[in-house]
């Protein structure tokens, strides 16, 4: 974990204070070591005690005082320590109450921290933590011939992000798309085109036009049964490579593609690698080979499934139904061995994928767990405990409809059009006469949308209300960018040089040492933010 210099000088400092004061109980615990008295510090909740604080509370019963006593007598033997090591001499600890607060030499740290800043530019928050290992992260995975909903952006945004942010930690990242191209609807896809499509189905908004074939499909098939039929006939055409049918999904899988990169060209959104569930049909029939001879795969009634230990509470894993057709389950049991084989090795491999599939990734994590244990593999060659599900709550849209629905499925397309329309009125009252209004509307109602993904938890749901997404004030994307803006306003009227010799002694009033303290924290922050999975 990437550490902040600061805190592991006065936590240093205070272990040792401790040993000093306390040498009996102190070499007997390991709750006043410099590690745990590290992991205690917080943040004060009033700015002005210190940068950082150590609740003594905690130390009362072990150490039989009063926590003011403790705190009085430790201040003094940590003050006394801080002075004896290198860098710690900028540092103080008072005595609060209850509390060891740390104080630094408000220049130091400015001076510190903008010297790093500017020599250091984009690299500065840059970790070595993630050197030499391999972190695989996917996310997005929209499915094939059906527009891109708003179900998708929070896994496209996070994933994204998380990203970025394992890449600034040093890992190798590798953003993977797994997108839905294949399965029983591809033969309904291939039967309602056949029927009812042409050349022109294909042009325009081709996404949408088959969508509305396969709208059409159901429709009809409500009343003409058979074209049930001739779509379970379609997919093994599919199946068995016939090419009219093959040339048909490729063609589908083509238009998807173009629409799916305009889509994250606009959300700034890029990936390493990208393979869909037909990549695993040749792969799925040897995991499931493994499994028999690991003595795992079991016949129920007719199926082939894996059961999982009753104290899970999980249902058996099912890998082929009695008519001998896979599952999503058996894909993604083959695409795991598949990221194993070609990233051997790595570190990570995060789904990011919305909280109702936890179950599922329990239960594919769980086999190959199984499955490793059962063929002895040592631990340098297993998988297993190197995999999570990087969950994630709804957007919901606060009671409130959209504008635009096409069937059951908000589109993003939809919610990025409303943003960009709203943010443009209210451009128009205040800059009519701006000269890029449309291009500046539609970046600014982009960031809103992506900023109110990431600021808030990714297990929480999104509750998208509209007036606050776009607010100019308060903590949302268009004020964000605004004040960027304004920023680059002043450096540009400044119009000097600010990488040279900067007087940071002047840094020292209490809003500024606020945003120069935030600053610092940025490496540890971003650490930690890789630590939880959290944007």
Known sequence: MEKDKYKSLFAQATAQAFRKIYPDVAGETDELTEVAVYEALAKPKDASMGRFALPVFRYAGLLKDKPPAIAAVIAVETNRQLSSLEGGSLMTCVATGGFLNAQIDPASLAGETVREVLSKGNRFGDSPVGHGKTCLVEYSSPNIAKPFGVGHLRSTVIGNSLRLIFRKLGYSVVGINYPGDWGTQFGKMIVAFRKWGSDDTLKGNAVKNLVDLYVRFHSEAEADTSLEDEARDAFKQLETGDPDAVKLWETFKKVSYEEFERVYDLLGVEFDWVYGEADLNDRMEPVIERLSKAGLAEESQGALVVHLPEETNLPPL???????????????????????????????????????????????????????????????????????????????????????????????????????????????????????IDETALHVGVGAVLFSQLSVRRQKDVDFQWEEVLSFEGETGPYLQYTHARLCALMRRFGKDITGEVDCSVLVGAEEQRVIELIADFPVVLASAGEQYEP
């Not at 389950?329 to 909280?355: C, I, M, P």
């Not at 998988?383 to 999570?388: E, I, Q, V």
């Not at 635009?404 to 409303?418: K, M, P, S, Y």
């Open 318 to 436: 099912l890998l082929r139904k009695s008519d001998g057709a896979t599952l999503y389950a058996t894909r993604d049991l083959a695409g795991l061995v598949y990221r194993w084989e070609k990233y051997h090795g790595f570190d990570q491999s995060l789904y990011v994928v919305n909280s109702a599939q936890a179950d599922h990734f329990r239960q594919c994590f769980m086999v190959i767990d199984m499955l490793e244990k059962a063929e002895k593999r040592p631990g340098s060659d297993r998988m297993s405990g190197r995999t999570r599900h990087v969950e994630f709550g709804w957007v919901r849209f606060g009671g409130k409809t959209m504008s635009t629905r096409r069937g059951n499925t908000v589109l993003l397309e939809d919610v990025i059009g409303q943003a960009r329309d709203l943010v443009k009125e209210k451009i128009k009252e205040k800059n009519p006469a701006l000269p890029t």
